[in-house]
């Protein structure tokens, strides 16, 4: 069986040479040409013929299709449906804003965390995506965008804790000085609370942003919308995030979807002002997605209104995210949701 090149490191790719019985500063300049976009080993001119056919032999290369590509009327932003080699399909989102372009990844084919109001997880998880599909997702959409991409965000389809190794390659590969070189400043990743991870991710001490998916501070809201909450409790994953912190000093930052009659009470905001306080965590609240296989609404702009009042008094840092791309379907996993549910009514 090929191997896949792409998911390799430059030190991996010397160690490969060195069993081709080549010399290691290839590896250099292999490196560059697959984090350029090179998909096929007879671009990379500057290598001999010969070992260009070795490499051929050893490895396989693989371009995403663009099985859907939306762009938005109303703010520009591209929503990306991609083939991936065994015929799965993920979503990546880029997102114009003022501080530079971000693209949203996806880190799985699918999701076991089974959020109640979110699209993702309807299908359950196929598997785990290669690090090499999650930088493809970022170098192709920038090179069909031609949008430069400075951010990423992990907060597309999955759950990047549940694929850790491969989303820690990534990562790498991703902030290599010889490859995209996007800094880990400018990356966040998201988590629906697998606070068992919490530890292997401080101890790498990334400069990234731990963003958690918070969605309600207590254990009876956050046990029903969240069923990643039961076992664990809000509780125990505020003093995960308290541990990341002291040990990283990366503030966190809440993420909260607001749903109508759910979530968005005066107690909620309460609580949740205070497990932010403690922590000097950030809250960004986001105006629920309607997902049309979900029954949640979106809170309305009064009780927004209202929560947003009660962080602020309470001095928390609060952000509410600006809806981009509601056109297009911009929200988790709906679109391959879309493409599911095509192909069930064709079957
Ligand atoms: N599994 C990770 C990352 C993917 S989800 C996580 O749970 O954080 C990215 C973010 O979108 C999460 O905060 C998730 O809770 C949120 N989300 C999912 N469905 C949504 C919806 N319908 N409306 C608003 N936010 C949603």
């Not at 190794?165 to 880990?184: A, C, T, Y």
């Not at 918070?214 to 969240?226: C, F, G, Q, V, Y």
């Not at 125990?236 to 308290?242: G, H, K, P, V």
Request: proline share 3%; charged share 25%; glycine share 8%.
């Amino acid at each position: 069986m090929k191997k896949d090149i792409l998911s390799l490191l430059p030190g991996e790719i010397e160690e490969e040479l060195a069993a081709l019985g080549e010399p290691k500063y290839r590896a250099g300049q292999i490196f560059t040409w697959l984090h350029k976009g090179a998909r096929s080993f007879a671009e990379m001119t500057n290598l001999s013929k010969e070992l260009r056919e070795k490499l051929e032999e050893r490895f396989f290369l693989y371009k995403p299709g663009v099985l859907r590509k939306q762009v938005s009327q109303i703010d520009g932003t591209i929503k990306y449906l991609w083939q991936l080699r065994d015929g799965n399909a993920v979503e990546t989102v880029v997102m114009q804003y003022k501080h530079g372009n971000t693209v949203c990844v996806s880190s799985q084919v699918g999701c076991r965390q089974g959020c109640a109001f979110c699209a993702s997880t309807i299908g359950g998880l196929v598997r785990g995506l290669e690090p090499s599909e999650i930088l493809d997702e970022v170098l192709f959409s920038q090179l069909d965008s031609g949008l430069p991409i400075s951010n990423i965000v992990l907060m597309g389809i999955g759950e990047p804790l549940d694929n850790f190794d491969n989303v820690m390659r990534f990562l790498e590969l991703v902030n290599h000085p010889k490859g995209m070189n996007i800094g880990m400043r400018h990356i966040s990743l998201s988590t629906c609370g697998l606070i068992e991870r919490f530890a292997d991710l401080a101890e790498r001490d990334l400069q990234l942003t731990l963003s958690v998916s918070l969605h309600a501070p207590d254990d009876e809201t956050r046990s029903k919308l969240m069923p990643a909450n039961r076992g664990r409790g809000v509780e125990a994953l505020m003093e995960a995030c308290r541990r990341y912190y002291d040990k990283t000093g990366r503030r966190i930052s809440f993420e909260y979807a607001m749903i109508d009659g759910v979530n968005d009470t005066e107690r909620h905001a309460r609580l949740l002002a205070r497990e932010a306080k403690s922590l000097a965590a950030h809250v960004n609240l986001i105006p629920l997605n309607h997902v049309e296989e979900r029954q949640f609404r979106p809170s309305t702009q009064g009780h927004m209104k209202a929560f947003i009042k009660i962080l602020e008094d309470e001095g928390v840092n609060v952000t509410v995210r600006r809806r981009l791309g509601s056109d297009v379907d911009a929200s988790c996993g709906q679109l391959r949701r879309k493409m599911q549910k095509a192909n069930e009514a064709t079957r």
